[in-house]
């Protein structure tokens, strides 16, 4: 099973945080919260296409707008494969970081 | 909360930038997260940075956007490969049928197009191209590639703009080195050609090959064949027993696309007499090299009339340049050769077209298969824009597969090709990218052409229609199948006619009474030594019994191309006509069996008769005289001795063919006067065993001249040489006709299988019903061969125009008769009812329990 790439990790930990509220622009000023990381949103609705694609994310079409011929905003939330797939991301960095913190890198 | 009433629109033209970048779905709803962003930043910071966030924002986007796009059209492409291929594993046959089609057609396009290719590249080679030009003479409209000797050298002194000139004399000498022994093509001219032209000298003298008098250069397979391996430069061969010339030079060996052909380079003054070259008479072809930049057109204004005013000669000579780019493909009297580049580049695109029409029609046909899984995509969201991609990279693949079959195709029949178009083309894929570049051009083209109509008719299906069963036949789409196979088959019918045209009228030429009998009669060409010895050589051949009848002339009696000017009573030498004229020796119209119509033919009885003439009917009437016999006839020979030129008609001769079929016959004066070397001997035959014939006749010559090179051909086979252009031409349209009307048939095939296939429910029925096999195919066929006879009816204009005006190429030809179409048609027609019926067969014949089985 592939591991998750941190982009993917990070938008999904948004989406996460956000519960059911989440989309474009709230992903993406969530992410601007939390990890600092200003991505567009050429590259935030990729990764989601990605996601999607992979199974982790489920599009969600939520209700219209109150303007007459209004669109339906795009809801994402995390799948229950999504929700493995986190879990696994943890369990591998915890693996991989075992007894290691920041205080660590002094030896070198 | 933003006031709604005071919505900003964010700067409009990024939208349109963003629109525009991203095609996918997610694109409206992107555009509406970044309006409420901007919404919010512009209540938060401002208008101003809102904005320059905005566009700052769609900047950053760009790559982002082009690079998932590319990953999702990437996987999309994946999916139709792979259905693509499933496909083509499906129904072998159709695609079987279909890749045939489109690699027979590929092949053909690409052969054509490397012939095309060639011819175009001719002379592309010379480094001073854009400024050589060859003098041209026009004297009463016909336009001459000779040019007088002296001319370009008092062109060059009196115009700057010429930088330098040459002449450009082929003639045939002996040659001898050591024991080898040669008659060997030599091209005479002044030393400025190698500056002039770009043929590269690889050994000896690069610089000034041919400064010395007594020099020679040589391509590199006659130095093999003279020397070996041995360093040819300063070894000397000698010419025609006197002339000793020095190898300063070897040259690369002149590539085939070169107008001008030779092995053998030197200078005239070595082999002509002075006077020869000083000469103002029309002898040999020159080339001018103009200075850079200059405008042709203005020299040609200035030289003109130069001929008049140099040699204050009454007769008018229009001087003219020919550019050297223009010489392979441009004639300059009659048909210039490129266009049959355009009508074999025609050919080629008609056949390319045919096989695309096939992929089309079976495609289209065949479109209930693919309607399932076209409903699918749709339900699931693709676009009509999207399986239009799906099937056009289907088209494109199969291009591609038909790529490699016909590549290897090319391959095999390159050499045999080669062999027709007389050629030595290569498909040389890694050498030259440029041919690369135009296989893959041609495949997309393919492609994308095959594939136009399937895709757009296949996208258009709607998903609810498919799912309740029903596809209307589309009415529009059965006339548009009809109208495709309609322009197939008038595309093979039109190269049938043609065909049968080309042949009638090469089985014209060959059989065409030429006025004199050109079977049973050798050629060979007399080197100087026995020119001296003629009159005692001619004897010694008639003392053998098979030897009927010997003479000589300067040329061949059916390429009589050397010109003079003539006068008669009441005509003033001033007002002199041109004539073409041929220097023969007595019994040359015996020896021809030309028909001697009034007076005689020259006899050693008359001696004045080295002065006399004997003219040809055409000449006749120009003079207009009753009874010309022992009337007064001039041919101006020289300048000077105006009384010389004067002679007495001897003899009409019946007008003969001295020029090929495509001209009017020309008039014509012979006498016995050397004006140009006899060097041409005629000898005609009458045994049945021709080798012992021959044989006798070389022991003759060997004992005249030991080391004479016994070289002859037969009158005949000359002749037919002449015809080599429409030979080939012949030959290249009887392999396309094939291949077009083997295309047609494969798509007729594929078609009717098809439809063959979606009425086996109604056959079997028939059948119940009581219909005979022999019914229901001729059901089955009728169809089709209506279609083909109304293909012949909008071929039959179309290929008449066509034909009669190559015909009127011809100032004699054969007709166009009516049976000619008739019978292409009923080819046709004959044709596409074998394909039909084998189909046909099949289907009326197949067992009706087994169709109705599966009710």
């Given at each position: 099973?592939?591991?998750?790439?941190?982009?993917?990790?990070?938008?999904?930990?948004?989406?996460?945080?956000?519960?059911?509220?989440?989309y474009?622009?709230?992903?993406?000023?969530?992410?601007?919260?939390t990890?600092?990381?200003?991505?567009?949103?050429?590259?935030?609705?990729?990764l989601?296409?990605?996601l999607?694609?992979?199974?982790?994310?489920?599009?969600?079409?939520?209700?219209?707008?109150?303007?007459?011929?209004?669109?339906?905003k795009?809801?994402?939330?995390?799948?229950?494969?999504?929700?493995?797939a986190?879990?696994d991301?943890?369990?591998?960095?915890?693996q991989?970081?075992?007894?290691?913190?920041?205080?660590?890198?002094?030896?070198? | 909360?933003?006031?709604?009433?005071?919505?900003?629109?964010?700067?409009?033209?990024?939208?349109?930038?963003?629109?525009?970048?991203?095609?996918?779905?997610?694109?409206?709803?992107?555009?509406?997260?970044?309006?409420?962003?901007?919404?919010?930043?512009?209540?938060?910071?401002g208008?101003?940075?809102?904005?320059?966030?905005?566009?700052?924002?769609?900047?950053?986007?760009?790559?982002?956007?082009?690079?998932?796009?590319?990953?999702?059209?990437?996987?999309?492409?994946?999916?139709?490969?792979?259905?693509?291929?499933?496909?083509?594993?499906?129904?072998?046959?159709?695609?079987?049928?279909?890749?045939?089609?489109?690699?027979?057609?590929?092949?053909?396009?690409?052969?054509?197009?490397?012939?095309?290719?060639?011819?175009?590249?001719?002379?592309?080679?010379?480094?001073?191209?854009?400024?050589?030009?060859?003098?041209?003479?026009?004297?009463?409209?016909?336009?001459?590639r000779?040019?007088?000797?002296?001319?370009?050298?008092?062109?060059?002194?009196?115009?700057?703009?010429i930088?330098?000139?040459?002449?450009?004399?082929?003639?045939?000498?002996?040659?001898?080195?050591?024991?080898?022994?040669?008659?060997?093509?030599?091209?005479?001219?002044?030393?400025?050609?190698?500056?002039m032209?770009?043929?590269?000298?690889?050994?000896?003298?690069?610089?000034?090959?041919?400064?010395?008098?007594?020099?020679?250069?040589?391509?590199?397979?006659?130095?093999?064949?003279?020397?070996?391996?041995?360093?040819?430069?300063?070894?000397?061969?000698?010419f025609?027993?006197?002339?000793?010339?020095?190898?300063?030079?070897?040259?690369?060996?002149?590539?085939?696309?070169?107008?001008?052909?030779?092995d053998?380079?030197?200078?005239?003054e070595?082999?002509?007499?002075?006077?020869?070259?000083?000469?103002w008479?029309?002898?040999?072809?020159?080339?001018?090299?103009?200075?850079?930049?200059?405008?042709?057109?203005?020299?040609?204004?200035?030289?003109?009339?130069?001929?008049?005013?140099?040699?204050?000669?009454?007769?008018k000579?229009?001087?003219?340049?020919?550019?050297?780019?223009?010489?392979?493909?441009?004639?300059?009297?009659?048909?210039?050769?490129?266009?049959?580049?355009?009508i074999?580049?025609?050919?080629?695109?008609?056949?390319?077209?045919?096989?695309?029409i096939?992929?089309?029609?079976?495609?289209?046909?065949?479109?209930?298969?693919?309607?399932?899984?076209?409903?699918?995509?749709?339900v699931i969201?693709?676009?009509?824009?999207?399986?239009?991609?799906?099937?056009?990279?289907?088209s494109?693949?199969?291009?591609?597969?038909?790529?490699v079959?016909?590549?290897?195709?090319?391959?095999?029949?390159?050499?045999?090709?080669?062999?027709?178009?007389?050629?030595?083309?290569?498909?040389?894929?890694?050498?030259?990218?440029?041919?690369?570049?135009?296989?893959?051009?041609?495949?997309?083209?393919?492609?994308?052409?095959?594939?136009?109509?399937?895709?757009?008719?296949?996208?258009?299906?709607?998903?609810?229609?498919?799912?309740?069963?029903?596809?209307?036949?589309?009415?529009?789409?059965?006339?548009?199948?009809?109208?495709?196979?309609?322009?197939?088959?008038?595309?093979?019918?039109?190269?049938i006619?043609?065909?049968?045209?080309?042949l009638?009228?090469?089985?014209?030429?060959?059989?065409?009474?030429?006025?004199?009998?050109?079977?049973?009669?050798?050629?060979?060409?007399?080197?100087?030594?026995?020119r001296?010895?003629?009159?005692?050589?001619?004897e010694?051949?008639?003392?053998?019994?098979?030897?009927?009848?010997?003479?000589?002339?300067?040329?061949?009696?059916?390429?009589?191309?050397n010109?003079?000017?003539?006068?008669?009573?009441?005509?003033?030498?001033?007002?002199?006509?041109?004539?073409h004229?041929?220097?023969v020796?007595?019994?040359?119209?015996?020896?021809?069996q030309?028909?001697?119509v009034?007076?005689?033919?020259?006899?050693?009885?008359?001696p004045?008769?080295?002065?006399?003439?004997?003219?040809?009917?055409?000449?006749?009437?120009m003079?207009?005289?009753?009874?010309?016999?022992?009337?007064?006839?001039?041919?101006?020979k020289?300048?000077?001795?105006?009384?010389?030129?004067?002679?007495?008609?001897?003899?009409?001769?019946?007008?003969?063919?001295?020029?090929?079929?495509?001209?009017?016959?020309?008039?014509?004066?012979?006498?016995?006067?050397?004006?140009l070397?006899?060097?041409?001997?005629?000898?005609?035959?009458?045994?049945?065993?021709?080798?012992?014939?021959i044989?006798?006749?070389?022991?003759?010559?060997?004992?005249?001249?030991?080391d004479?090179?016994?070289?002859?051909?037969?009158?005949?086979?000359?002749?037919?040489?002449?015809?080599?252009?429409?030979h080939?031409?012949?030959?290249?349209?009887k392999?396309?006709?094939?291949?077009?009307?083997?295309?047609?048939?494969?798509?007729?095939?594929?078609?009717a299988?098809?439809?063959?296939?979606?009425?086996?429910?109604?056959?079997a029925?028939?059948?119940?019903?009581?219909?005979?096999?022999?019914?229901?195919?001729?059901?089955?066929?009728?169809?089709?061969?209506?279609?083909?006879?109304?293909?012949?009816?909008?071929?039959?204009?179309?290929?008449?125009?066509?034909?009669?005006s190559w015909?009127?190429?011809f100032?004699?030809?054969?007709?166009?008769?009516?049976?000619?179409?008739?019978?292409?048609?009923i080819?046709?027609?004959l044709?596409?009812?074998?394909?039909?019926s084998?189909?046909?067969?099949?289907?009326a014949?197949?067992s009706?329990?087994?169709?109705?089985?599966?009710?």
């Open positions: 099973m592939k591991e998750i790439s941190k982009a993917e990790e990070v938008v999904l930990l948004a989406i996460l945080r956000l519960e059911k509220n989440a474009g622009v709230s992903i993406r000023r969530q992410i601007i919260q990890a600092g990381k200003d991505y567009t949103y050429g590259t935030l609705y990729g989601l296409r990605q999607v694609c992979k199974g982790f994310v489920h599009k969600r079409l939520g209700d219209p707008t109150p303007e007459k011929g209004g669109r339906r795009a809801y994402f939330d995390l799948t229950s494969q999504g929700v493995q986190l879990k991301a943890i369990a591998f960095h915890s991989v970081w075992k007894d290691l913190d920041k205080n660590s890198f002094d030896r070198v | 909360m933003s006031d709604r009433s005071q919505i900003q629109k964010p700067p409009r033209l990024t939208e349109w930038f963003i629109k525009f970048l991203s095609w996918s779905d997610d694109k409206d709803v992107i555009l509406e997260n970044l309006r409420e962003e901007y919404e919010d930043r512009v209540s938060a910071q208008r101003f940075s809102a904005r320059l966030w905005y566009r700052l924002h769609a900047l950053k986007s760009v790559l982002p956007f082009i690079s998932f796009e590319l990953i999702w059209r990437i996987s999309m492409f994946k999916n139709y490969l792979k259905i693509a291929f499933r496909n083509i594993k499906k129904y072998k046959v159709y695609s079987f049928i279909n890749i045939l089609g489109l690699a027979v057609g590929m092949a053909c396009c690409i052969l054509i197009l490397l012939w095309v290719q060639d011819e175009v590249s001719y002379d592309r080679f010379h480094e001073n191209g854009d400024n050589l030009y060859r003098i041209t003479v026009d004297l009463n409209g016909n336009v001459w000779s040019s007088p000797w002296a001319l370009f050298a008092a062109l060059k002194r009196d115009y700057p703009e930088e330098m000139g040459t002449w450009y004399y082929e003639t045939t000498v002996n040659s001898r080195y050591q024991q080898h022994n040669y008659n060997e093509d030599i091209v005479l001219v002044a030393p400025e050609f190698f500056k032209f770009t043929y590269p000298i690889v050994q000896g003298d690069a610089e000034t090959p041919l400064s010395d008098l007594n020099s020679v250069v040589i391509s590199e397979k006659t130095a093999a064949k003279y020397f070996g391996t041995a360093d040819p430069v300063g070894k000397i061969i000698q025609e027993n006197s002339v000793d010339l020095m190898v300063t030079g070897v040259m690369e060996d002149v590539p085939a696309n070169s107008h001008m052909e030779f053998l380079v030197a200078r005239p070595v082999f002509l007499p002075k006077e020869r070259i000083l000469m008479r029309m002898d040999c072809p020159s080339y001018l090299l103009l200075s850079e930049g200059t405008n042709y057109q203005e020299v040609v204004g200035k030289i003109a009339d130069s001929i008049n005013r140099y040699d204050q000669q009454p007769t000579y229009i001087v003219g340049l020919q550019p050297l780019r223009k010489i392979h493909l441009y004639a300059l009297n009659g048909t210039d050769p490129i266009v049959y580049i355009y074999f580049f025609s050919i080629a695109v008609l056949i390319l077209l045919i096989a695309c096939n992929f089309m029609n079976l495609s289209t046909a065949r479109s209930s298969h693919r309607a399932k899984e076209i409903g699918m995509r749709k969201g693709a676009s009509r824009g999207d399986v239009i991609k799906q099937f056009f990279s289907e494109v693949l199969l291009s591609l597969m038909a790529l079959f016909a590549v290897v195709a090319v391959h095999l029949c390159l050499p045999a090709f080669n062999i027709f178009a007389e050629k030595q083309l290569t498909l040389d894929l890694f050498g030259n990218a440029k041919i690369g570049i135009g296989l893959m051009l041609i495949t997309l083209l393919t492609g994308l052409i095959s594939g136009s109509y399937p895709s757009f008719y296949l996208s258009s299906f709607q998903p609810v229609a498919i799912l309740r069963k029903t596809i209307r036949k589309g009415g529009k789409s059965k006339i548009l199948r009809r109208a495709l196979i309609i322009f197939q088959f008038t595309v093979a019918v039109g190269l006619i043609s065909t049968l045209i080309i009638k009228q090469m089985r014209f030429i060959y059989s065409k009474d030429l006025g004199f009998d050109r079977s049973n009669v050798l050629t060979l060409n007399l080197s100087e030594n026995l001296g010895k003629y009159v005692s050589l001619k010694d051949l008639l003392k053998n019994a098979e030897v009927e009848n010997v003479s000589a002339a300067n040329s061949l009696p059916m390429r009589i191309r010109n003079n000017t003539v006068y008669w009573e009441g005509k003033s030498r001033e007002q002199a006509e041109m004539i004229f041929v220097c020796d007595y019994d040359y119209f015996e020896t021809m030309m028909e001697i009034s007076g005689r033919s020259f006899s050693r009885d008359f004045t008769d080295t002065n006399n003439y004997i003219i040809n009917e055409t000449a006749l009437r003079t207009g005289y009753e009874n010309p016999i022992g009337k007064m006839y001039a041919v101006i020289s300048r000077d001795n105006p009384e010389n030129d004067i002679g007495v008609l001897v003899g009409v001769v019946k007008d003969f063919h001295g020029t090929p079929l495509h001209d009017e016959i020309h008039p014509t004066v012979f006498m016995l006067y050397d004006m070397p006899k060097f041409r001997i005629f000898i005609r035959i009458n045994s049945s065993d021709i080798a012992g014939t044989d006798h006749i070389k022991e003759t010559f060997s004992a005249f001249s030991p004479y090179i016994f070289e002859y051909r037969f009158l005949d086979e000359q002749f037919d040489q002449m015809y080599r252009t429409e080939n031409l012949q030959a290249l349209l392999t396309f006709t094939i291949f077009a009307i083997f295309v047609s048939c494969l798509g007729l095939f594929g078609l299988s098809f439809m063959a296939e979606q009425r086996t429910k109604e056959v029925i028939r059948k119940v019903l009581g219909a005979k096999t022999v019914d229901v195919m001729a059901k089955l066929s009728k169809e089709f061969v209506v279609l083909v006879l109304l293909a012949n009816i909008l071929a039959w204009p179309g290929a008449f125009y066509f034909m009669n015909l009127q190429g100032a004699y030809h054969t007709k166009i008769e009516w049976f000619i179409f008739i019978f292409a048609g080819m046709a027609v044709i596409a009812l074998l394909t039909v084998f189909v046909a067969y099949r289907a014949s197949s009706p329990a087994k169709a109705l089985k599966h009710e």
